[in-house]
Each structure stands twice: as structure tokens, then as C-alpha cells.
């Protein structure tokens, strides 16, 4: 398991469904459904913890606040900064388990000695997008949500990426890569975070499970003649780290040859011993 370290975010505890997060000293108690152990720490009382998500037996979910906490803040990893803002259905706009590979594509973007042009697909709030952008990347953003562009392109100019860099799009990603298809564009890594479920524009159900492969052998249709690296994140489903290895090799690889990577990403706790797991990530990289 591949591990990002923080020094503005840390897990406290975790247990009983839920983890305990330090988000630059505010602390929040949030549900993870990983999280299937006993805590030794009494959560709910803890000193300092600002708000808990309770979700709803209903569907969805509200914070309940314990003690005054601001619309927002920002943290910082490094040399890039993001603006954290609790909002529904628990989330906070960034996922920070994803250091691991923001570190991993700044070093492959600073060692190519050549411009590189990036596709990040289901951008959200572009964490992803800044921490190419600020290797020195030019980063094409596109999420279906406008406020989710919107967040990002806060977190760029937060940042302090060079301006030009980035271009937003919001639309719906798979449309919009048959676009680029159709006008020749090409781009020398593709980066994906595609939902577990969802709805097209026209109500198309979206599941990973069905769509991802298809969606990546589209997606190979765009990577330049000499590309530099493909990148697929996968949260909540149950697909394995060797799954995305295959698709990669089925797809990116074939034809292309570069080595394939695969492999949980977590965040370490204050607890002796555990690791918080969070998901799955493989990528495909040019040698």
C-alpha cells in the first residue's frame, strides 16, 4: 500500500464507521465505510472535534456542528494549497490519500525535460490538475459539475499555478474524449477518477463495473505518439489493484509496451498499526 504523508492533514482515530480528521486544526469525525473495527477513542466527546456527517437512513446525510467552524479554510501539501469546505454527502473537496500520486506524476511531468499536455477526467476540485499544472504540466480540467470546476480553478490560482496552464471544460467526459477523437487532439497523459455511479446528461446509468474498460480503450484513442503515463483511481467499488493492471495491459499497453503499476493507496493514523485504506490506483508509464 502506497501512503501519503501530510503535515496539515492527519486521521486521529478511526472506528465504529467513522474517522477522526485533523484538517489543519479543525477536526471533523466523518463516516468511512472501510472502517469496520472497534475505536478506543471516544470520537464523539473529543476534545476540539468542530462537526460530524451523520448520514440519513433515508439516503444522503447532514453535519452536525459541535463548535464554530468556518465556510472554509486550506491546507497545504508541499507546495500546493487547497481550499477545504465541508459540504453534503460528507466530503470536504479533497481527497487526500491522492498525495501519493500527485508526488508520483510531479516527478514523471519534472523528469520528461519536455511540455507535457494532461487530460484529467472526473476532475473535481483538481487536485490532481494543480499538482500537474505546477510541475510545469499544461492541464485540459473536465468535470460535469460547475461547481466543481469552479472549486478547482479557486485551488489553482490558490496555488499560485502560472497562468495559462489549465483549461476547464464541464462536461460530460465521455463526450467530450469522442470530441477530441473526432478533432484529432492529443494529450500525452490521461488522468481518471471516474464514479462508482451516476447518470449521463440524458440519464445514462454509469457503473464502473461495466463501463470502466470501454472507457478507457476510448480514452487510449487520444494519447499522443510518444505518451508519458495513463492513471486510473478507483474509490468505493470492489475492483482490485490487479483488475486495473489488467485493463491497463488490455488497453494503454498493448501495442505500446511501458511497465504497469497497481496498487492500494491509504493514510496512516495516530493509531499504532493502522492504515487507513482508500482506494485503488494503477498506472500505466512510457519507459
Given at each position: ?57 433515508t439516503g444522503g446525510g447532514k453535519w452536525l456542528y459541535k463548535g464554530k467552524m468556518p465556510d472554509q479554510w486550506s491546507v497545504k501539501y508541499k507546495d500546493l494549497k487547497f481550499i477545504v469546505k465541508p459540504m453534503g454527502f460528507k466530503h470536504t473537496g479533497l481527497f487526500p490519500e491522492q498525495a501519493v500520486n500527485w508526488d508520483l506524476m510531479t516527478e514523471l511531468i519534472k523528469n520528461s525535460n519536455r511540455e507535457i499536455n494532461v487530460l484529467n477526467l472526473f476532475a473535481y476540485t483538481g487536485g490532481a490538475t494543480v499538482a500537474c499544472a505546477k510541475a510545469g504540466a499544461k ?149
Open positions: 500500500m502506497k501512503v501519503a504523508e501530510w503535515k496539515d492533514y492527519s486521521v486521529i482515530a478511526t472506528g465504529n464507521g467513522y474517522k477522526l480528521e485533523d484538517w489543519a486544526g479543525i477536526t471533523l469525525l466523518r463516516p468511512d465505510p472501510q472502517v469496520i473495527w472497534q475505536s478506543s477513542v471516544d470520537m464523539d466527546n473529543y476534545k476540539g472535534l468542530v462537526a460530524k456527517y451523520v448520514r440519513s437512513e492541464v485540459c480540467h473536465v468535470d460535469a459539475s460547475k461547481g466543481m470546476v469552479e472549486r478547482a480553478g479557486e485551488n489553482v490560482r490558490l496555488s499560485k499555478v502560472e497562468e495559462g496552464k489549465v483549461r476547464y471544460i464541464i462536461d460530460d467526459c465521455k463526450k467530450f474524449v469522442e470530441r477530441e477523437i473526432r478533432r484529432g487532439r492529443k494529450y500525452d497523459a490521461i488522468i481518471m477518477d471516474p464514479p462508482s455511479y451516476g447518470r449521463g446528461p440524458n440519464g445514462e446509468m454509469w457503473k464502473l463495473e461495466n463501463e470502466l474498460y470501454s472507457f478507457v480503450e476510448l480514452c487510449a484513442k487520444v494519447l499522443s505518439d510518444n505518451p508519458l503515463f495513463v492513471l486510473i483511481n478507483s474509490y468505493t467499488t470492489g475492483l482490485q489493484p490487479q483488475v486495473l493492471k489488467n485493463i491497463l495491459a488490455l488497453t494503454v499497453a498493448n501495442g505500446r509496451g511501458g511497465k504497469i503499476d497497481a496498487y492500494e493507496v491509504g493514510l496512516p493514523t495516530r493509531e499504532k498499526g493502522v492504515i487507513l485504506p482508500c482506494g485503488n490506483s494503477g498506472i500505466w508509464i512510457n519507459e
